[in-house]
């Protein structure tokens, strides 16, 4: 069970910071998400009102990316994909900046 159900993943803002969480060999289709890497499959179904239905397979549990991507989005004011920053070095890695309102920065390396 999950307080976090899968429609949060509709949220355009939301998705993009997930997408930033979750391993990048994740696929989505509706509220199942999968990775083929190793075989990891999370099914969420959502109850309106209650706590959404979480069925997880395989060695990881993605769901709980999610759920820490959704509380770290909230913790942050919920973000939009504007107030990211992308940085781009010919000679080095890309990444993903966040800086929050307090000063703090989270950064994702793509």
């Known amino acids: 069970m ?4 899968a429609r949060v993943l509709d949220d355009h803002a939301f998705s993009f910071w997930a997408g930033l969480c979750l391993p990048r060999t994740v696929l989505r289709d509706g509220g199942t998400l999968h990775d083929p890497a190793d075989g990891s499959t999370v099914h969420v ?12 397979s395989g060695p990881r549990d ?3 990316f999610v759920e820490s ?3 770290g989005w909230r913790r942050h004011h919920r973000p939009r994909r504007e107030w990211l920053t992308l940085t ?3 000679d080095g890695p890309q990444t993903v ?3 929050a309102p ?4 989270t950064s994702w390396l793509l």
Do not use: E, I, K
């Not at 999950?2 to 159900?5: A, F, I, R, Y």
């Not at 179904?45 to 997880?56: K, L, Y």
């Open 2 to 5: 999950s307080v976090v159900g």
């Open 45 to 56: 179904v959502d109850h309106p009102g209650r706590p959404s239905a979480v069925t997880a």
């Open 62 to 64: 993605l769901w709980q």
């Open 69 to 71: 991507a959704w509380n």
């Open 88 to 90: 781009v070095r010919a």
């Open 97 to 99: 900046d966040f800086a």
């Open 102 to 105: 307090d000063g703090g920065t």
